[in-house]
């Protein structure tokens, strides 16, 4: 019994250093929503170097272009980890995470703007890094559609809208807050409506 017990702990081992035991770190469980919730503590702390860790490669020389540009230090480029989400006092929300090979991308809600922000990410050796820098060198491919796009273009095509733009309302809206829409009917003559 315990030849048994000794060989399944020695074949348990084997397999665990074989998976991963090299003490490289491991990105299994790490994801684009994991990555951006990071971003976004970082950010909400002000410190620069743990914002730059959670940018890949090419957005941190995307941002080094930015700051010589510009003009300004690269800490002031980097302040609000070039998305406007992060302006949220409390973690956004985050929807549709989407990943293909080694790219990915998030939705986040954009208080500010109103509207759901499709954040791009790439899987780089340390793990899930935002890639605004991929995206404007042309490297990033988008695991496909987000959510926000997908509702926008089935609301269209399928609601007479004629291409017309459907407003979104922001997670946990009240209808009952939403301004009445303008009687369109209101110049018309009786006869006409």
């Given amino acids: 019994m315990r030849k048994i017990l000794a060989l399944t702990l020695l ?21 684009p929503t994991e990555a951006y919730k990071r971003l ?13 860790k959670e940018m890949s490669a090419k957005t941190q020389e995307f941002a080094k272009a930015v700051s010589a540009r ?12 070039f998305t406007a989400t992060t302006f949220s006092p409390t973690l956004p ?11 990915g991308a998030v939705e986040v809600w954009n208080s500010t703007d109103n509207r759901w922000e499709d954040l791009p990410f790439v899987l780089e050796p340390e793990g899930w890094k935002l890639a605004v ?21 089935g609301s269209n095509s399928n609601s007479g809208t004629n291409g017309m ?10 209808i009952n807050q939403i301004p009445p829409t303008v009687n369109m009917n209101a110049n018309r003559p009786a006869n006409q409506r």
Avoid: H
Avoid at 133 to 153: C, H, I, W
């Fill in 93 to 103: 929300d985050i929807r549709d995470e989407r990943v293909k090979d080694n790219m």
């Fill in 70 to 81: 510009q003009k300004k230090t690269e800490a002031e480029v980097l302040s609000n980890g």
């Fill in 11 to 31: 074949l348990a081992a084997a397999f665990a250093w074989a998976c991963g035991g090299s003490g490289a770190k491991q990105t299994t469980t790490d994801t």
């Fill in 40 to 52: 976004f503590a970082a950010v909400k702390s002000k410190n620069t170097e743990a914002i730059r």
């Fill in 165 to 174: 733009q459907i407003p979104q309302l922001p997670p946990g809206a009240n």
């Fill in 133 to 153: 820098g991929d995206l404007f060198a042309n490297t990033y491919k988008s695991p496909g559609k987000g959510m926000d796009v997908r509702q926008r273009e």
